[in-house]
């Protein structure tokens, strides 16, 4: 990993300028600071995933879904709209047996619809003992559980989705603002914590599950460390206080907003693009 890091860090010394998977909007401050310090340019090009917007490409967005998409979709239009929490934490999180277990409880405790993503490096043996030992019944007719690989932006932007308990990895993070919807944040890692602190104090979009302590990549904490009150108290923040939900989600909503609009023709994303290419020919063409 250190050697990745140094890796990162000499060839950033080397380059000209970052492009980056945001848009001005979004982080004005923080793009500005960075080009002052640093003395390189900064195009921001996203978000990428307002690239492709028909349901076939969204819903395959990466890989191949181990349940049906129009299953899915049937069970999420069976919802009233912003009721149900969406809870996946990305593909390089490693999360521990009995995190899961109390995750899955305090989910259970909310009493709100959700779609819970268990990965295929989440399927402990012990995990899987204890969702078919009563826990799957429990919540059979308000939660949905998909092993493996779920198509995250499909589900996002639907109507019944009313928030994201995420990991805070930036594609799930910017994939949540362009969808309008607002986030519990459950870091994990390196620049997740960062993110967090951009969605919850800056943007003002999310509550935190209260995370206190880091995850070494590629590796999990042995026991819990966000309790199944954590969790409920964490929902009930975002879902279930009137006032505060629908301040979160107009925010969020405007976000959106925001991001369409910096990708749209003319938008501060499209105009860093041909500002890019423009770049890149000069260069090309003084090498030339």
């Known amino acids: 990993m250190e050697q990745i890091r140094e890796k990162i860090y000499q060839e950033e010394l080397r380059c000209n300028g970052v492009v980056l998977n945001s848009f001005k909007e979004l982080e004005t401050l923080h793009i500005e600071s960075f080009e002052q310090v640093t003395r390189k340019k900064v195009w921001t ?159 003002n979009i999310g509550v935190e599950v209260g995370v206190e302590g880091v995850t070494r990549w590629g590796h999990e904490h042995k026991e819990a460390m966000v309790t199944r009150n954590d969790v409920e108290r964490a929902v009930y923040a975002l879902m279930d206080e009137e006032k505060a939900q629908e301040q979160f989600r107009v925010r969020a909503k405007e976000c959106a907003i925001k991001a369409r609009r910096a990708f749209d023709e003319e938008g501060s994303s499209y105009n860093n693009i041909k500002l890019l290419i423009q770049e890149m020919g000069n260069k090309m063409n003084a090498c030339g």
């Open 45 to 203: 090009v996203g978000p990428m995933c307002l690239c492709h917007q028909n349901s076939n490409t969204i819903a395959a967005r990466g890989n191949k879904a181990p349940i049906d998409e129009a299953d899915c979709l049937q069970w999420l239009d069976s919802m009233k709209p912003g009721s149900v929490i969406f809870v996946s934490f990305g593909s390089l999180t490693c999360t521990a047996p009995q995190q899961l277990i109390e995750l899955g409880l305090g989910l259970e405790a909310s009493k709100k619809p959700f779609i819970w993503v268990i990965k295929a490096g989440d399927k402990f043996p012990e995990v899987e003992e204890w969702l078919s030992d009563g826990f799957e019944e429990r919540v059979k007719e308000r939660g949905m559980i998909i092993r493996g690989w779920a198509p995250q932006v499909m589900i996002l932007w639907h109507q019944a989705i009313g928030g994201f308990m995420t990991h805070c990895g930036w594609n799930s993070t910017i994939e949540s603002i362009c969808a309008g919807v607002p986030m519990i944040t459950w870091p994990h890692f390196a620049e997740q914590f960062s993110n967090e602190k951009l969605v919850v104090d800056v943007l």
